[in-house]
T-cell receptor, first 111, second 113 residues
Framework: NAGVTQTPKFQVLKTGQSMTLQCAQD?????MYWYRQDPGMGLRLIYYSASEGTTDKGEVPNGYNVSRLNKREFSLRLESAAPSQTSVYFC??????????FGQGTRLTVV | DAKTTQPTSMDCAEGRAANLPCNHSTISGNEYVYWYRQIHSQGPQYIIH???NNETNEMASLIITEDRKSSTLILPHATLRDTAVYYCIAILTSGGGADGLTFGKGTHLIIQP
């Protein structure tokens, strides 16, 4: 989706490895989010950032850390990847009075 | 945010109107009804939202009952590209909500040729 860029698009990790998923938006929105989606399931919120400099836990934060580097960028880090973190990860952004915009996702496999 | 209930799946013939129901019987007076869809393997896409009145945009129409306990998303002339999972979400604010969206399992709409 235009305006939200996620990198990488695909990644395979070994158990115990670390990595950072990057998200950047050019929409000048204050709020940014990280979701995960497991097969056949709806999206679940991992972490969110209501504004630059703030982050909060969502529904499933365990095993993840986030950084709101600036207004544009919101990264998600897996310090020690586990097979249970195999999922598709989506970044999104919004303002309080507008709809949310989602990226195309990062497909992560942990073996 | 109020819980929403949707059918698991629906079929619709190409070219016909697709009517997707959503039940939100516990919705409060200041909760909006939002609809998103997710085409296979892509990120969710916003469709439409409303509070009390019916709404229409270039993608769809949203009909909300007078008691606001249910709503219907209407895709007027469904095409094969409308095959997707459709999510109905009740949100407390007028926007996306600074604390994120709660997705259920949605309705898998299949458009038949």
């Amino acid at each position: 989706n235009a305006g939200v860029t996620q990198t990488p698009k695909f990644q395979v990790l070994k158990t115990g490895q670390s990595m950072t998923l990057q998200c950047a938006q050019d929409m000048n929105h204050n709020s940014m989010y990280w979701y995960r989606q497991d097969p056949g399931m709806g999206l679940r919120l991992i972490y969110y950032s209501a504004s630059e400099g703030t982050t909060d836990k969502g529904e499933v934060p365990n095993g993840y850390n986030v950084s709101r580097l600036n207004k544009r960028e919101f990264s998600l880090r897996l310090e020690s990847a586990a097979p249970s973190q195999t999922s598709v990860y989506f970044c999104a952004n919004s303002e309080r009075n507008t709809e949310a915009f989602f990226g195309q996702g990062t497909r992560l496999t942990v073996v | 945010d109020a819980k929403t209930t949707q059918p698991t799946s629906m079929d619709c013939a190409e070219g016909r109107a697709a009517n997707l129901p959503c039940n939100h019987s516990t919705i409060s007076g200041n909760e909006y009804v939002y609809w998103y869809r997710q085409i296979h393997s892509q990120g969710p896409q916003y469709i439409i939202h409303g509070l009390k009145n019916n709404e229409t945009n270039e993608m769809a129409s949203l009909i909300i009952t007078e008691d606001r306990k249910s709503s219907t998303l209407i895709l007027p002339h469904a095409t094969l590209r409308d095959t997707a999972v459709y999510y109905c979400i009740a949100i407390l604010t007028s926007g996306g909500g600074a604390d994120g969206l709660t997705f259920g399992k949605g309705t898998h709409l299949i458009i038949q040729p």
